[in-house]
């Protein structure tokens, strides 16, 4: 065989290249960490500027149209969510640890504000900017503190069919609250039930603006048609209804409802003040607020990580998300989230940092100081056909029969969620959720599969004898597994099938011995149950034992005293070693099959 020649040396001139997907990049830390993009300034290359500044200008294009209908959609004056996208994008780029991001008004945090908003608001606009400032301000405040707590992973909690309930509820909450703009009627009652009742009977009461109709409708079909193209369809869409409304008059000639002036110039530092009787409904918003648009950002900010092979930090996301609710809220702004729309048009564009995200801000800026008035005539159901067309994109329904055919159980949790966003209202909705998730994350806990263990010919190991019919058991032993955390809920019936499987040996049993690799803690309750198992076995003859118990879970029962009480020699590292010990000190009649081997 001829040897491998030895691997050519390296040198700096030939620097090997990487091959196929870039390894992650390692962390920031310090300052960096804190103030990424300080961090990304200093280390800025010239030649990303000038990918930077057209993605800006583009993004420009999206942010205008989509901040105005989403604030609109929540209740609130056009105004906010052009200052939520300016200040929150200056902010996010001070803090935020992606380059690539872009935050914003979504149109999955509009039902929430829009229930907050509407009942305590009474029509007042001013009110309206209060109680949305508010919600900002106390999201941000929960998303910094728990990003300084490194809580990141708070919303892996929620399971994707869960996800998948609010979020195709909330879509559906906007669907229903924006028909009535795309028809050209004021808008209607509160909560979905209310709003589609109020709707239904203004449309068979004949009061429907057809003008304002065909607007939206082809705004929508505009947008929808155009998704897949490279052009700006929400862009080409809105520009087309505004200026088919002021070439032809239409908001004097045929009643179409539509934008009018925005104030002029930018906001001053404010804090939002509001009644007392508003305190709690704005709490609860806040903090589902801060639920929803964490869990939309910590996704799309650990999609373009892998895609780009950089480092995800969920708490410094948490931070930077935080930070831009906070400046939103003290300038007048409505809460913000990750967009997963605006985010693939800065992509496209060719974004290379958040100096993107920082010329979208300041273009936008720039129009409100300069130009106020250049979206006058933007009909509102050009408006609703853009939020419309974001809470399409909410939808899912392919995974959800998919979920359907492989675990028909969370697809009805998942339906629980949706109908709990719809007929409660957003707010109660996700508490609901947060409830199923709860109670879904401890009933494999609560309720776990356990199994009693035979030996079974030609396969290696223990099995679980109620798959494996023929296993043989060795006469007096009872091998039993638990496949969970022993814990508070579940102890008592950890204790009642270890005595069934007693009961049910075909043997008197003399050793009960638990197989505990599963096992990933121990509480004091389900220790003091494990005391009171040992003295019932013992006082029926049989020892108590346990085998492949993880060393953390030892290190507890030290400290409840269980350890010492059992002694070190009924513990085994494996089941294999148990069986052994005890077929040396039982006089019992036992041919394994490895033994029947030639």
């Known amino acids: 065989m001829t040897a491998l020649p030895p691997p050519a040396p390296k040198s700096p001139e030939s620097p090997i290249r990487p091959v196929g997907r870039p390894l992650r990049a390692m962390p920031p830390t310090g300052w960096a960490r804190w103030l990424p993009g300080i961090h990304t300034l200093r280390h800025y290359d010239i030649a990303w500027l000038r990918h930077d500044l057209l993605a800006g200008l583009v993004l420009t294009a999206v942010l205008v149209p989509v901040g105005i209908a989403y604030a609109v959609a929540a209740g609130v004056p056009a105004i906010s969510g052009l200052y939520a996208t300016i200040f929150g994008l200056l902010a996010y780029a001070l803090f935020g640890p992606s380059r690539l991001l872009v935050l914003g008004p979504d149109s999955s945090l509009v039902a929430l504000i829009l229930g907050v908003v509407v009942p305590l608001s009474r029509g007042d606009p001013q009110r309206a900017i209060a109680l949305a400032g508010m919600m900002a301000l106390v999201s941000g405040t929960l998303c910094v503190l728990a990003g300084i707590a490194r809580l990141g992973f708070v919303t892996e909690l929620l399971s994707k069919p869960i996800r998948y309930g609010y979020m195709n509820g909330i879509a559906l909450t906007v669907l229903v609250s924006q028909l009535p703009a795309l028809f050209g009627l004021p808008g209607g009652g509160e909560g979905l039930l209310g709003a589609s009742r109020d709707f239904v009977g203004a449309v068979l009461a004949g009061r429907t603006n057809g003008v304002a109709l065909a607007l939206g409708v ?15 369809g929400v862009l080409l869409a809105v520009v087309a209804a505004t200026v088919i409304v002021a070439l032809l008059d239409l908001s004097t000639a045929a009643g179409v409802p539509v934008l009018g002036a925005l104030p002029q110039g930018l906001p001053a530092l404010s804090w939002p003040w509001l009644e007392r009787g508003d305190i709690v409904p704005v709490l609860l918003g806040g903090l589902a607020v801060a639920l929803v648009s964490f869990a939309d950002t910590s996704v799309l900010s650990r999609t373009y990580a892998a895609r780009r092979g950089a480092f995800n930090d969920p708490n410094q996301e948490m931070v930077a998300l935080g930070a831009a609710n906070l400046a939103a809220g003290l300038f007048q702004g409505i809460p913000i989230s990750a967009s997963a729309s605006r985010t693939p048009v800065a992509e496209a564009a060719g974004a290379r940092t958040q100096l993107a995200g920082v010329v979208g801000a300041l273009a936008v800026a720039a129009l409100l100081v300069l130009a106020p008035g250049l979206l006058s005539h933007l009909p509102a159901a050009a408006l609703a056909a853009v939020v419309i067309a974001a809470a399409l994109s909410l939808i899912e329904i392919t995974d959800l029969r998919r979920i359907y055919r492989i675990q028909r159980w969370e697809f009805w949790l998942s339906i629980a969620c949706l109908v709990g966003v ?19 994350f401890l009933w494999d806990g609560w309720r776990p599969h356990s199994a009693v263990l035979g030996r079974v010919d030609g396969i290696k190991g223990y099995h679980d004898i109620s798959r494996y019919p023929h296993a043989r058991q060795v006469p007096g032993l ?11 809920a579940n102890a008592d019936l950890f204790r009642d099938r270890v005595l069934d499987a007693v009961a049910a040996s075909p043997t008197p049993v003399r050793w009960l011995v638990v197989g505990a690799e599963p096992v990933t803690s121990v509480d004091v309750t389900a220790a003091d149950i494990l005391a009171e198992l040992d003295e019932a076995l013992h006082a029926a003859g049989i020892d108590l034992c346990f ?10 029962l030290k400290r409840f005293g269980l ?3 059992l002694g070190e020699q009924r513990f085994f590292a494996t089941i294999g070693e148990a ?20």
């Open 547 to 556: 085998a492949e118990m993880k060393d953390p879970v030892k290190d507890k």
């Open 422 to 440: 719809a007929v409660l209202g957003a707010i109660p909705g996700i508490g609901l959720a947060i409830v199923i998730a709860v109670i879904e």
């Open 579 to 598: 069986v052994s010990r005890y077929l040396a000190l039982q006089a019992v009649p036992w041919v394994d099959w490895e033994d029947r081997l030639p």
């Open 218 to 232: 082809g705004t929508l079909a505009t947008i929808l048609l155009l998704k897949r193209s490279r052009l700006p």
């Open 563 to 565: 350890f010492v009480r």
């Open 478 to 488: 009872v091998l039993f597994r638990w496949d969970a955390p022993l814990f508070f």
